[in-house]
């Protein structure tokens, strides 16, 4: 039972161009989302979050868009640099009304390649 | 703040031996968890604590599992009578949470298991 999917295994943009990177899920419980990249032989790191009262969340070159309705969000990452080159997973926990009650739920990851 | 620490890195066993593992969270983070990563798939949620109480448990996590938090800072994981299925990345994050909100956890590097 994959409650969080990110169906492409792979992503590979040219330096300075969007990057977006997919993620589905199916439990209408979860309520706050995160992005998490990570290197190899390493834990991941926390990119960014969005929680279900927001629909779009941006940090610097990192936007998350949250469409509830569609179960459905996405990380865009403008301009993309080679050292963005990664495992990207997206996460999600239960909560209500914007607030996290614990565990997080992973996708499978996507890996990303930058080329210069 | 050095960020979340495990200890050791890498561990490498024979099959029916039992092993544990450190984790050292961000100092003042009340929560800790505990989850297992295998090749190709995302983080899989194993337990968690609130200070020094253990708060859930994952179906994943047989009786040959334990965790500890008996101070309400470090944790430990065993794995008593190892298999070569326990083989995995097992990974320690640490939040700060308060009721209501958003927690936002952050992962140390991983201690990878090789069971032979």
């Known amino acids: 039972d994959q409650q969080v999917k990110q169906n492409s295994p792979s992503l590979s943009v040219q330096e300075g161009r969007i990057s977006i990177l997919n993620c589905d899920y199916t439990?209408?419980?979860?309520?706050?989302f995160l992005w998490y990249k990570k290197y190899p032989a390493e834990g991941p790191t926390f990119l960014i979050s969005?929680?279900?009262?927001?629909d779009k969340n941006e940090d610097g070159r990192f936007t998350v868009f949250l469409n509830k309705s569609a179960k459905h969000l996405s990380l865009h990452i403008v301009p993309s640099q080679p050292g963005d080159s990664a495992v990207y997973f997206c996460?999600?926990?239960?909560?209500?009304?914007?607030?996290?009650?614990?565990?997080?739920?992973f996708g499978q990851g996507t890996i990303l390649t930058v080329h210069p | 703040d050095t960020g979340v620490s495990q200890n050791p890195r890498h561990k490498i066993t024979k099959r029916g031996q039992n092993v544990t593992f450190r984790c050292d969270p961000i100092?003042?983070?009340?929560?800790l968890y505990w989850y297992r990563q295998t090749l190709g798939q995302g983080p899989e949620f194993l337990t968690y604590?609130?200070?020094?109480?253990?708060?859930?448990k994952s179906r994943l996590l047989s009786d040959r599992f334990s965790a500890e938090r008996p101070k309400g800072s470090f944790s430990t994981l065993e794995i008593q009578r190892t298999e070569q299925g326990d083989s995995a990345m097992y990974l320690c994050?640490?939040?700060?949470?308060?009721?209501?909100?958003?927690?936002?956890?952050?992962f140390g590097p991983g201690t990878r298991l090789l069971v032979l």
């Open positions: 969005i929680s279900s009262i927001k």
């Open positions: 996460a999600a926990s239960v909560g209500a009304g914007g607030t996290s009650y614990g565990k997080l739920t």
């Open positions: 994050a640490s939040s700060f949470w308060v009721s209501p909100g958003q927690e936002t956890q952050y």
């Open positions: 439990n209408s419980m979860f309520d706050y």
């Open positions: 100092s003042e983070h009340n929560r």
């Open positions: 604590f609130q200070n020094e109480a253990q708060l859930e």
